[in-house]
């Protein structure tokens, strides 16, 4: 299971992203083991809707309302988690976002976690590891 990060979902859906290719091929190779966390879904809509336009936002939410995502809506526990890791994490100051993305992935025992944010996420250590890609393809 993939769990992704806000960046990697803005990349699969802007062609004109220097990562757009490098995120189709890892999402076609699997798309049934994606998953997509809650708290992930206002910041991919907002970032299409302002960087890569009306029209592609509006295809997220269709594609949304359609079940093409698998979504992981969470557990109070995931809330807890993450405060948890934004405190043991303080200088990275995680954020929400983030946070919930990684509590997702260690509860649900991810294999790997899509994301391009190195700078939080790198540092971090989950429970069981799961593999950061495409950094660690």
């Given at each position: 299971m993939t769990i992704a990060d806000t960046g990697a979902i803005v990349a699969l859906i802007d062609a004109d992203d220097?990562?757009?290719a490098e995120m189709?091929?890892?999402?076609?190779?699997d798309r049934g083991a994606w998953l997509l966390p809650?708290?992930?879904l206002p910041e991919v809509d907002y970032l299409v809707s302002a960087h890569v336009g009306e029209?592609?936002?509006e295809a997220f939410r269709r594609d949304l309302a359609q079940g093409a995502f698998a979504i992981?809506?969470?557990q109070h526990?995931?809330?807890m988690r993450a405060r948890a890791l934004c405190d043991q994490y303080a200088s990275l100051r995680l954020g929400l976002v983030d946070a919930v993305v990684m509590?997702?992935?260690e509860r649900m025992r991810a294999t790997a976690i899509a994301?391009?944010?190195?700078?939080d996420f790198g540092p971090v250590t989950l429970e069981h590891r799961p593999r950061l890609i495409p950094r660690d393809r």
């Open positions: 220097r990562h757009h189709v091929e890892l999402f076609d190779r809650w708290a992930i029209a592609s936002a992981e809506w969470g526990r995931d809330l509590a997702i992935a994301t391009f944010d190195l700078r």
